[in-house]
């Protein structure tokens, strides 16, 4: 294989790897913009939903396509409705002090690490891809499950666009980022809105996964990495800005899938890191951030 | 001020009366509950008394322990030199990460230090040729001994630690009862007036940091030296959270909260285990449960009703 080809189908990796990362940090960009709070447990609801489409799909026998879709509509919804008795159940509670939040979204990673690895075991499982096709591309032949998921990723992110700058809902939202005690004074249920903003950030991190799950193994460790990846992209994005987070995730993902494809993932992961660290005390704002209010 | 004194000298004395009655699993246990005391008090005095939240405390107990194990290692020298270098190494990473980390506040701080720590972690995985990465090495036997004084027996192990454990939480109090410590409060409580008052809240979260530092590097450098295990488990995220644990449970903002913390959620861990194997269940579930119904922990909720002279 020459040199261009592998290169090509390095970029194909980085681009299916950007793609996730996208909407899981989406899902962690959300909450942190309106609520801010930083969710620890963020990877943990990836986790969760790999683990419950390897659940759906593992009880749906015969037809890998009907799992898979019973798994894309159920794994979200579960774990959007976990994320929302959480939020009801601990960080109103805590009235959302962003370093209590921290701490108890620590809790919650640990708990629901545990109840993983008991309920599902310590094995890493496999789930069937919903159809199984290559596409032809001149010198070599790439998955077709894979662009789906590229396919998908994108369609998913257009349609939370959508839903915060052109709907009702999103408007409400807004209305609370921007300023909770006068959103609350024009009669919007802040309460509400704090708990489906926090569904709905863990349901894109449980959609992410289950799309990606195919291609990898459900597994009650797997969380952390997309954790670490999202905070990156959220940072280099700038805290609290979308669009910030989805250029950032293009940016992280293509080169971290280049990167771990010819050097080592461990040396590459450690420069990442410190390199975000290093923006993070530089430019407080990120890249693309504007100043906080 | 003899009550508080009298207080610490009594604590010290009925953890050397321990020493003579207890039998051998707890002597074992708690001997690793001194030395890992060290490392929450360190981690008090920048959490609970300055009021900075730092996710990557790993980073300065792991400096430590690093420092210590692979010092000896490589060069033969004992426990002595061996744990001064550990130190050290701890010092000066909490000064380099101090002046890095101290430019940001609040949820930024607490990502920029839990991603440097997650860095230190990495190094000693990549390192592994010489850090043995996560299988971790043994620190040889015959190398453990200060003044030909053998550290891996279990009576002078847990004396060590003992020794340890009272010149850290008497250097602490000192340091809280200090118009310094009196400072790092005000800095906890209002930064901005700090500053107004003349005071460069700069300077003081620094020494807050590096002295914190220090005790988690003297912890980890002695866990090394007493227990002769080092890892890259312990630079990993776990024991960032676990001070910030034990404090919570004991008592933020409190002198011998860190102790009682240590001692609850250890025993807490250990019973769990060996109930069922789910004892990470435990370790969140105590962490969701503390900050919402005490967020103050033992110790600080007793001083809230009871006894408010308790430094």
Redesign the interface.
């Known amino acids: 294989m020459d040199y261009g080809t592998f290169f090509l189908i390095a970029s194909m990796e980085g681009a299916v790897q950007a793609a996730v990362l996208a909407l899981t940090a989406l899902g962690l960009s959300l909450v942190f913009g309106v609520m801010r709070v930083v969710n620890v447990a963020h990877g943990e609801f990836y986790m969760l939903g790999a683990v419950i489409a390897y659940w759906v799909s593992s009880q749906i026998s015969g037809s890998p396509l009907l799992g898979f879709m019973a798994a894309l509509i159920l794994s979200p919804l579960l774990v959007g409705v976990l994320a929302a008795v959480a939020d009801r159940l601990i960080l109103k509670r805590l009235n959302y002090d962003p370093e209590a939040t921290i701490v108890a979204t620590i809790g919650l990673l640990y708990i629901l690490q545990q109840a993983a690895l008991t309920l599902h075991g310590p094995v890493p499982t496999a789930v069937a891809a919903p159809f199984d096709f290559y596409v032809r591309f001149p010198g070599f032949g790439y998955s077709g499950y894979k662009l789906f998921v590229i396919v998908a990723c994108i369609a998913l992110m257009l349609g939370t666009w959508f839903l915060l700058a052109k709907t009702r809902i999103g408007l409400v939202m807004r209305a609370t980022q921007y300023d909770r005690e006068t959103a609350q004074a024009f009669g919007i249920p802040v309460d509400r809105v704090y708990a489906g903003v926090f569904a709905l950030g863990a349901a894109l991190a449980a959609i992410a996964a289950v799309l990606i799950v195919p291609t990898q193994q459900a597994y009650y460790l797997m969380g952390g990495d997309p954790l670490l990846l999202s905070f990156i992209v959220v940072i280099i994005g700038g805290l609290g800005s979308l669009r910030g987070t989805v250029v950032a995730a293009i940016l992280i993902g293509m080169s971290d899938g280049i990167i771990s494809t010819l050097f080592e993932p461990t040396l590459a992961k450690m420069i990442a890191t410190a390199l975000v660290a290093l923006v993070l005390v530089f430019r407080p704002t990120g890249l693309f951030g504007t100043v906080a209010r | 001020m003899n009550r508080i004194l009298g207080l610490h000298v009594g604590v010290i004395a009925l953890l050397l009366a321990l020493h003579f009655v207890l039998p051998d699993y707890h002597h074992v246990s708690l001997a690793r509950i001194l030395v890992l005391t060290v490392y929450a008090l360190g981690y008090n005095l920048l959490f609970g008394y300055t009021g900075l939240?730092s996710?990557g405390h790993a980073l300065f107990f792991a400096a430590g322990l690093y420092g210590a194990g692979m010092s000896m290692q490589a060069y033969g020298w004992t426990a002595g030199p061996g744990f001064l270098f550990g130190f050290s190494c701890a010092v000066l990473m909490a000064l380099g990460i101090g002046l890095?980390?101290l430019?940001?506040a609040?949820?930024?701080f607490?990502?920029?230090t839990l991603?440097?720590s997650?860095?230190g972690y990495?190094?000693t995985?990549?390192f592994n040729e010489h850090t043995r990465g996560d299988e971790g090495f043994v620190i040889p036997l015959e190398l453990r001994q200060v003044f030909s004084i053998d550290l891996s027996v279990e009576d002078t192990r847990y004396l060590a630690a003992l020794a340890l454990f009272a010149v850290a939480v008497l250097i602490k109090l000192a340091i809280v009862r200090s118009p310094t410590g009196r400072i790092l409060v005000a800095i906890r409580e209002n930064e901005e007036r700090t500053r107004m008052l003349g005071y460069d809240p700069f300077r003081y979260k620094l020494t807050a940091l590096v002295l914190s530092g220090a005790f988690a590097g003297a912890s980890g450098a002695a866990y090394g030296i007493l227990f002769g295990y080092v890892g890259a488990s312990f630079a990993s995220i776990q024991y960032s959270?676990l001070p910030?644990l034990y404090v919570?449970m004991g008592g933020v903002g409190t002198v011998l909260g860190p102790l009682v913390g240590t001692v609850a959620m250890f025993y807490l861990i250990d019973i769990a285990s060996g109930l069922t194997?789910?004892?990470?269940?435990f370790?969140?579930?105590?962490?969701?449960i503390l900050?919402?119904v005490a967020?103050k922990g033992i110790l600080g909720s007793i001083r809230d009703r009871w006894a408010r002279w308790l430094p």
């Open positions: 939240l996710l890095l980390a430019r940001t609040g949820v930024s607490m990502i920029v991603m440097f997650q860095v990495l190094t995985l990549y959270i910030l919570l194997s789910a004892y990470l269940f370790v969140g579930a105590a962490l969701v900050i919402l967020p």
